[in-house]
């Protein structure tokens, strides 16, 4: 069974940092590509950021030059690097991995609010 595990959420103050960290675990094959999705009140779920097992990423053009995202040197981590937060950054950020184990499916985290107030 895989598992997806986040953590780092929380408030924090308009412009302030904050790093978000997620764990996939379980009888995992192959990871390909992991990312961070997020749903404010009301809106559909959005793309934050996407990293490849090659290390290629892909941002929403809402957080590009404020969040970065990178994988651990096992590759089963991925973590978010938010910087510069807005309010309308405030969501709820869930994990996300396409990945192999019996077969190659989509994993998604149990999701971590962020809040961005003052």
């Known amino acids: 069974q895989v598992q997806l595990v986040e953590s780092g959420g929380g408030l924090v103050q308009p412009g302030g940092s904050l790093g978000l960290s997620c764990t996939a675990s379980?009888?995992?094959?192959?990871?390909?590509?992991m990312g961070w999705y997020r749903q404010a009140p009301g809106e559909q779920r959005e793309l934050v950021a996407t990293i490849t097992g090659g290390g290629s990423t892909n941002y929403a053009d809402s957080v590009k030059g404020r969040f970065t995202i990178s994988r651990g040197n096992g590759k089963n981590t991925v973590y978010l690097q938010m910087n510069s937060l807005k309010p309308e950054d405030t969501a709820v950020y869930y994990c996300?991995?396409?990945?192999?184990?019996?077969?190659?499916?989509?994993?998604w985290g149990q999701g971590t609010q962020v809040t961005v107030s003052s």
């Open positions: 379980g009888s995992i094959i192959s990871i390909y590509t």
């Open positions: 996300h991995a396409d990945l192999f184990a019996i077969y190659r499916a989509a994993y």
